[in-house]
């Protein structure tokens, strides 16, 4: 499996469903995520740190405490 796909996968899974852990999801549910990472990837090509850090950006509201809306 590819790391960065994987990584990214969670990324998405955490800023969509941050209650609930990656680990303890079914397959078919990670496979969809991981889906989603490829044609995220594939689209920003060369700029995948761009979308790894706005994923990082949306969770980091929630882990502070804060409204994601929050500036």
């Known amino acids: 499996m590819d790391y960065t796909t994987e990584l990214v996968a969670?990324?998405?899974h955490k800023a969509d469903?941050?209650?609930l852990p990656w680990h303890?999801?079914?397959v078919a549910h990670?496979?969809?995520?991981r889906?989603?990472?490829?044609?995220a990837i594939n689209l920003l090509g060369e700029d995948i740190g761009v979308l790894l850090l706005a994923l990082e950006g949306a969770t980091a509201g929630t882990r502070?405490?804060?409204?994601r809306a929050a500036a």
């Not at 990670?30 to 995520?33: A, C, H, V």
């Not at 889906?35 to 044609?39: F, G, I, K, S, T």
């Open 24 to 26: 303890g999801q079914p």
């Open 64 to 67: 502070m405490g804060r409204p």
């Open 10 to 12: 969670q990324a998405i």
């Open 30 to 33: 990670k496979e969809r995520y």
């Open 35 to 39: 889906e989603y990472a490829r044609n």
């Open 17 to 19: 469903h941050q209650e």
